[in-house]
């Protein structure tokens, strides 16, 4: 019945807006603020921004990892598994781990993790092009995770990890950049040595 609050404990927000018809559940759900026909929840089980898993399924695409986690049977437990694009996978391994965003900002986000066995970091922001991952400075593939998120894998250990925005388009548009500002400084000396 209420399938779309099951996936929004994958989400990195804590709150959530419904009319006044709606009831949650007290168990899950606690009332924060309630004014004319606006309520606002809090989702007691939301994830973290970042958070390790010790199990993985893996998924083909976006429709198979939609598939599992709209399932009405629950079987997906994103707190401790995680859904990910890929065909190759470490062994992950049951033990204690935890990790803690230190620095966030738009362009780049830092975590400290610190597990005692190897874990997949989830991390509650949007897969897109262009964000590279860096485990302890060593560059790491992002693999899509939970069908929209982004995920790595974090070795056993105590690590820094970054992910940092840098797009190719904006390495390209810096290097078009360049070349016109050269043209156009050649183009200059060139026109003042002629007028003389």
Known sequence: MFTNIRLSEIGKENNLLFDET?????SVYSMRYSKGVVTIFENKNALPRAYLVSNLIRVKNLEEACSILWDSTGSFYPHKEALVETDEAPALEE?????????YQPNKITIETNSESNKFLVLSETY???WRAYVDGK?????????????????????FVEFVYKPLSFKFGAMISLITFVGLVIGLIRTCKRSR
Not at 22 to 26: A, E, G, H, L, V
Not at 145 to 159: A, D, E, S, W, Y
Request: charged share 25%; aromatic share 14%; glycine share 16%.
């Open 128 to 130: 897109y092009p262009g």
């Open 22 to 26: 709606f009831y949650p559940d007290p």
């Open 95 to 103: 033990g204690e781990g935890s990790c803690e965003v230190i620095d």
């Open 139 to 159: 560059a790491e593939k992002i693999y899509k995770t939970n069908g929209v998120l982004r995920g790595i894998f974090i070795p056993k250990g105590k690590h």
